[in-house]
T-cell receptor
Framework: GESVGLHLPTLSVQEGDNSIINCAYS??????FIWYKQESGKGPQFIID?????DKRQGQRVTVLLNKTVKHLSLQIAATQPGDSAVYFC????????????FGSGTQLTVLP | EADIYQTPRYLVIGTGKKITLECSQT?????MYWYQQDPGMELHLIHY???????EKGDLSSESTVSRIRTEHFPLTLESARPSHTSQYLC?????????????FGPGTRLLVL
């Protein structure tokens, strides 16, 4: 079936630096994408989303970029903080799938002091 | 913060026992989901519901069953637990009245079957 995959399973960054987490998706029909943050022992927490009619969306310290040409999604975290340490998942959906989400395998972000 | 709750948070149980994992949401969402997740791995959909009296199996085969008698409640039952059922179970809900139907997750139940 269609899949959403992450390029790097782990990412370590220094506190205060910017983080970039990448995601590749394979279903060209996907029109909605979400980034979730999952801390140890907790459920996934919604961070930011983007629809396919947009290339960029900004939140508080986070930015999601969507490149539909190469089917690539990225999450940028500005001034990374220790509290940002978690596993980050991207997920995709399209209306034809009744909006069911397809998740990637996650990237573990570790913020170094 | 999403208002979706799961109990118990942790459960250690012996093989052959019947268990029910509870999930409730107070957002009035019509759609609810159960996912299974091994540590650090992707989420796999095992059951979902479009509304009261609607239940469907997800992509991942599961020996569990679900029911949806009330909008806010979506319990998952394992009739006879086995060690292979050891995993984290995540419940989620979404509002089909919103175009993108963003899913919001509960805190999860960590299940260990001995």
């Amino acid at each position: 079936g269609e899949s959403v995959g992450l390029h790097l399973p782990t990412l370590s960054v220094q506190e205060g630096d910017n983080s970039i987490i990448n995601c590749a998706y394979s279903n060209s029909a996907s029109d909605y994408f979400i980034w979730y943050k999952q801390e140890s022992g907790k459920g996934p927490q919604f961070i930011i989303d983007i629809r396919s009619n947009m290339d960029k969306r900004q939140g508080q310290r986070v930015t999601v970029l969507l490149n539909k040409t190469v089917k690539h999604l990225s999450l940028q975290i500005a001034a990374t903080q220790p509290g940002d340490s978690a596993v980050y998942f991207c997920a995709e959906s399209f209306s034809g799938s009744a909006r069911q989400l397809t998740f990637g395998s996650g990237t573990q972000l570790t913020v170094l002091p | 913060e999403a208002d979706i709750y799961q109990t118990p948070r942790y459960l250690v149980i012996g093989t052959g026992k019947k268990i029910t994992l509870e999930c409730s949401q107070t957002m009035g969402h019509d759609k609810m989901y159960w996912y299974q997740q091994d540590p650090g791995m992707e989420l796999h959909l095992i059951h979902y519901s479009y509304g009261v009296n609607s239940t469907e199996k997800g992509d991942l085969s599961s020996e569990s069953t679900v029911s949806r008698i009330r909008t806010e409640h979506f319990p998952l039952t394992l009739e006879s637990a086995r060690p292979s059922h050891t995993s984290q179970y995540l419940c989620a809900s979404s509002d089909s009245g919103v175009p993108q139907e963003t899913q919001y997750f509960g805190p999860g139940t960590r299940l260990l079957v001995l």
